[in-house]
């Protein structure tokens, strides 16, 4: 066995992304500063949007994208369940109900005849997941959603820098969330952040994130101003001036990272075209994928996953069904039978590393791994 550990993702972490942060110490400001304006203006430049609203991770971003559209009791949002328990969650936090919708078998994105099957009077949103980087069938979801007069939100945490028909992740739905945890296509340590051409609904963020306040510490020092006024509940959800340094230097990278995992996600589809065993996830013609991940469905899952483990491989399984999960067993009586083409998914699954940084060599030994493994399952 090999002994350096191969891990499913990790950060790619340059010298100029350290200046950037050691410049930010050496400022004045550490949060609320000029870092955070800039790295909004930079996101949204990059999403093909007109505003962006950082906060302090992922989930807080879904969050603030549920009150931002006045998610609460009695409303329904419809979410796939083939992504990180977050999604869901993030309704339940504003008093909502998830409702899932099933998956299509090739890509394992959101299905919009599973979604129309769900809509009912109660139904107000509907969240897509750009699930592993490749973004959903934007034309349909956007026909249905104006269709039933229903939002539109996209959890894109796996797909910054993707496009659907060449307009760029961002552009394609009411509101779009981004994840900036170490594994996703840029970092700021931990982060998320909003995109939207919606003015009222980047307002209402913007105030979410600092407690319900309408201006934070560097707006009033720019007025000269020491005033405020909380006008809701909000929460602590701001992103400092050190992340966002990070992220802008981060940013400026993205394509290159992009280019790197879809050059890596290759070599896999040329090492595996011929391995009926071993079967890549499908990829849409229309879709530029970005490979957060690179998902195989093999048999023997778990007896793979294992021996994979044992090798220093750091294989990993995106994801349990949400409505798997006991809380929402228990609250909601989801369960088996509920999403099947989900639920046959998960029980093959198998996230293989692939991150900017991995070298040919171990490349090539996750490949070996593999089919190593999947060979001792036919023998």
Aim: proline content about 4%; some cysteine; charged content about 20%.
């Amino acid at each position: 066995m090999d002994s350096t550990f191969i891990p499913y993702g990790r950060q790619q972490i340059d010298s100029d992304d350290i200046e950037s942060v050691l410049t930010t110490l050496r400022s004045n400001w550490l949060t609320t500063g000029p870092m955070v304006e800039g790295f909004e203006a930079a996101l949204a430049l990059a999403a093909g949007v007109k505003h962006a609203v950082v906060v302090c991770n992922g989930t807080a971003a879904l969050h603030a994208a549920m009150h931002a559209l006045d998610i609460g009791a009695g409303d329904e949002v419809i979410v796939p369940p083939m992504t990180f328990a977050a999604t869901a969650n993030a309704v339940l936090y504003q008093g909502g109900t998830p409702v899932f919708a099933d998956v299509e078998a090739e890509t394992l994105l959101i299905d919009p005849k599973a979604v129309e099957a769900r809509i009912t009077p109660r139904t107000k949103a509907i969240v897509a997941v750009d699930y592993a980087g490749q973004p959903c069938d934007y034309d349909a979801l956007r026909k249905l959603a104006d269709r039933h007069n229903l939002r539109l939100v996209t959890d894109a945490c796996h797909s910054l820098g993707c496009a659907w028909k060449d307009r760029p992740c961002g552009s394609q739905a009411d509101l779009t969330v981004f994840s900036f945890h170490p594994v996703k296509p840029i970092t700021t340590g931990e982060g998320g952040g909003i995109v939207t051409d919606d003015e009222d609904l980047a307002r209402r963020m913007r105030t979410f994130r600092n407690h319900g306040i309408t201006s934070d510490h560097g707006q009033r020092a720019k007025s000269g101003s020491w005033h405020y006024e909380m006008v809701e509940l909000g929460f602590n959800y701001r992103l400092t001036d050190l992340q966002c340094a990070l992220g802008l230097t981060q940013l400026n990278k993205l394509q290159r990272f992009i280019d790197s995992r879809r050059q890596l996600a290759a070599l896999y589809d040329a090492a595996f075209a011929r391995d009926a065993a071993i079967r890549p996830l499908g990829v849409r013609l229309e879709a530029r994928h970005g490979y957060h991940l690179y998902v195989v469905r093999v048999a023997e899952r778990d007896r793979i996953f294992r021996h994979l483990r044992e090798a220093g491989i750091g294989a990993n399984v995106h994801y349990i069904p949400v409505h798997y999960h006991p809380y929402y067993r228990q609250r909601f009586g989801t369960g088996e039978g509920l999403c099947p083409i989900a639920e046959a998914a998960y029980a093959e699954i198998l996230s293989l590393p692939i991150f900017p940084g991995l070298t040919v060599e171990d490349q090539t030994r996750v490949i070996d791994t593999l089919r190593e493994a999947v060979s001792l399952e036919t023998s």
